[in-house]
């Protein structure tokens, strides 16, 4: 089945910089790559995503990329803000109706 | 709309006792699907349903029942609860294949 891997698990930058995460799967029919952000004692949120006919996407501060001969996608935020800070999830999505894979998560501090 | 509403928010209960989370969705979405959360381990599945009357396993199924009567409900039933099911439990739910899915707010569960 599918394995995510993300890195790292931990993350501190400080205002103003740039973030970047990594994620990488396994099954190269994995066609859907979702972000999540989580924020303290709620559920997370879908903040971006893209599929594997698009190389890249941005939405403002947010993108993600995509390599589909290196089976890895990556997260950049930049300009980065305190309310930034939260822990942040990639999932990668098996072929047909098979549940998203999650990576482990990282967390972000944003320093001010 | 209310998307996807979990209750109880927080439960406690001893080696032993049972218990039923309860998740409903008002966003008529065929796919439901619980996940737990562990500190360092991300969200693991448990169950899933991709609609009414079908439920498959997720990746760690064992201790847990679930079953799909309605398109709104989706409960997860623990029948005798063991200090290794202390844990932070999501419910989510999309409307198709490759769609985002969207998280409850979680309900956090100690056995003692």
């Known amino acids: 089945g599918e394995n995510v891997e993300q890195h790292p698990s931990t993350l501190s930058v400080q205002e103003g910089d740039s973030a970047v995460i990594k994620c990488t799967y396994s099954d190269s029919a994995s066609n859907y790559f979702p972000w999540y952000k989580q924020e303290l004692g709620k559920g997370p949120q879908l903040i971006i995503d893209?599929?594997?006919?698009?190389g890249e996407k941005k939405d403002q501060r947010i993108a993600v990329t995509l390599n589909k001969t290196a089976k890895h996608f990556s997260l950049h935020i930049t300009e980065t803000q305190p309310e930034d800070s939260a822990v942040y999830f990639c999932a990668a999505s098996p072929s047909g109706n098979t549940p998203l894979v999650f990576g482990k998560g990282t967390r972000l501090s944003v320093i001010a | 709309n209310a998307g996807v509403t979990q209750t109880p928010k927080f439960q406690v209960l001893k080696t032993g006792q049972s218990m039923t989370l309860q998740c409903a969705q008002d966003m008529n979405h065929e796919y439901m699907s619980w996940y737990r959360q562990d500190p360092g381990m991300g969200l693991r599945l448990i169950h899933y349903s991709v609609g009414a009357g079908i439920t498959d396993q997720g990746e760690v199924p064992n201790g847990y029942n679930v079953s799909r009567s309605t398109t709104e409900d989706f409960p997860l039933r623990l029948l005798s609860a063991a200090p290794s099911q202390t844990s932070v439990y999501f419910c989510?739910?999309?409307?198709?294949?490759?769609?985002?899915?969207?998280f409850g707010n979680g309900t956090r569960l100690t056995v003692t």
């Open positions: 893209i599929r594997s006919n698009v």
């Open positions: 989510a739910t999309r409307d198709r294949t490759n769609s985002p899915l969207h």
